[in-house]
């Protein structure tokens, strides 16, 4: 059988996907991206993996995120991205907005974890291989290391601009008051941070009562949320309970134990609103994050063109009322139900 060749739809701008300025900067990212953490590695069906990103990027999608660690298992993602670069989207590259990460563990031994300099760049340059790329958009240190010093880190975050081999750098999961340290010093060397990611969602607002929100936009940084859906809390699968297959049921990154009768029922409560605006309960969780103009993009994860396509409708509306706000707050509340 011959591969069909791919050629990306010629309304791929016109679909509906807004941009937003990601910070002080000349970028501007998708309202929302695609996230390759779950379910592109070597376990998912490569055709499956391959039709997610042609359908996001037909969509206006132009921005992917990835680590070197994403799979199962590490590095599969990569690997699996850079087949879908080979065989469908090289002519598109200058097009696309491509991230990855590097901090996490990734191999064994003491180089293969944490904030150092060795580590950082060696994963890059196999983020790179991987990939199938010359350079990466973004480059992220994916979390704050307590045992590198910071200045350690970041200087390995500037000699990959000065390299080329990333274009800009971004910070994950950084505590607010690194983060903020971390943007002065790369300032000072001309290095800006261009985007700050981390989670944020209905159930989960740390990262905004922690400062880190408003710390990126004080200063010129982007900021990207991660998680918007509470890894399938925030949707209509647990409205009835748990199904089979799915993550809460097979202990896949989403314990059981975070379900609980408080959770699911004001799950339940939120999905009425969101019927009420003629959205899905996943649309909702998305488009009331970018209801804050402090966030430039939401990242999204899909294990379906479909999942996919609904999660994308969510740009059609991310107007609430006041008495929408109002309501929402009331069921959530001000405090994360989990971390």
Request: one cysteine or more.
């Amino acid at each position: 059988m011959i591969n069909e060749v791919y050629s990306a739809s010629p309304a791929r701008y016109e679909s509906g996907m807004s941009y937003r300025r990601c910070g002080r900067s000349g970028i501007s990212l998708p309202a929302v991206s695609l996230g390759l953490w779950q379910n592109f590695g070597d376990t998912a069906p490569f055709a499956r993996s391959r039709d997610m990103v042609r359908y996001a990027f037909d969509h206006g999608v132009t921005h992917f995120d990835l680590a070197n660690n994403y799979g199962p298992a590490y590095g599969s993602a990569e690997e699996t991205f850079g087949r879908i670069i080979a065989a469908d989207m090289r002519p598109y590259r200058h097009e696309m907005f491509i991230s990855t990460k590097a901090g996490y563990d990734m191999w064994p031994g003491p180089y293969g974890v944490g904030g150092s300099r060795k580590y950082l760049l060696t994963s890059l340059d196999e983020s790179l291989r991987r990939m199938r790329l010359e350079y990466v958009d973004l480059f992220y240190s994916h979390r704050f290391d307590p045992d590198t010093p910071a200045e350690e880190t970041l200087q390995a975050l500037v000699g990959a601009v000065r390299s080329g081999k990333a274009l800009y750098v971004g910070l994950s999961n950084w505590p607010a008051a690194e983060a903020a340290a971390a943007y002065r010093y790369l300032a000072e060397r001309d290095v800006h941070c261009l985007l700050y990611q981390g989670r944020i969602n209905m159930l989960d607002r740390d990262r905004v009562r922690g400062g880190e929100l408003q710390g990126a936009a004080d200063a010129g940084t982007g900021f990207i949320a991660f998680s918007p859906l509470a890894q399938g809390i925030l949707t209509d699968r647990y409205l009835a309970g748990v199904p089979a297959g799915s993550r809460a049921s097979e202990q896949r990154t989403l314990p059981s134990a975070r379900l609980t009768t408080e959770v699911l029922d004001r799950v339940r409560r939120l999905a009425e609103i969101a019927v009420g605006r003629g959205q899905t309960m996943a649309q909702m969780a998305v488009a009331w994050l970018l209801a804050d103009t402090r966030i430039t993009s939401v990242i999204v994860g899909a294990s379906s063109v479909s999942q996919l396509a609904d999660n994308l409708r969510a740009v059609d509306n991310i107007n609430f009322t006041d008495e929408e706000l109002v309501r929402i707050d009331d069921i959530i509340g001000v405090d994360s139900f989990f971390s």
